[in-house]
């Protein structure tokens, strides 16, 4: 989903990175699934809990931070996240905001 939701909003000028909390045994995987399902966005390796807790995301993953254009955190979705949301999010904040806003913190189990 955001393989291929980058190819859409990136020439809008979203820009996604991933973040990696993998221990030092799961990490080398990384490029293998990196490589498997086309990731194109920098993953970010050695992501720490503390990292997420910085980012109000609790230490859960999946999470996932959307930043404004000044680099303020508008929303943040703690678990996995359907296209839904993603897509309100990013449409929101590409747009005028004149409507109302989703929540800002939307928890999945």
Known sequence: MLVQAEKYYNPKGVVFI???????????????FV??????F?????????????LGMGVAVPATAFLDREGRIAA????????????ERLDRLLGD???PAP??????P
Not at 42 to 54: I, N
């Open 18 to 32: 991933a973040a990696s909390v993998d221990d030092r045994k799961s990490k080398k995987s990384i490029p293998n």
């Open 42 to 54: 920098p993953v970010w390796m050695d992501a720490t809990t503390g990292d997420l807790l910085r």
């Open 35 to 40: 490589n498997r399902y086309n990731v194109g």
């Open 97 to 99: 905001r004149s409507g």
């Open 103 to 108: 929540p800002a913190t939307l928890r999945r």
């Open 76 to 87: 943040r979705v703690a678990g996995q996240m359907r296209e839904e949301n993603l897509r």
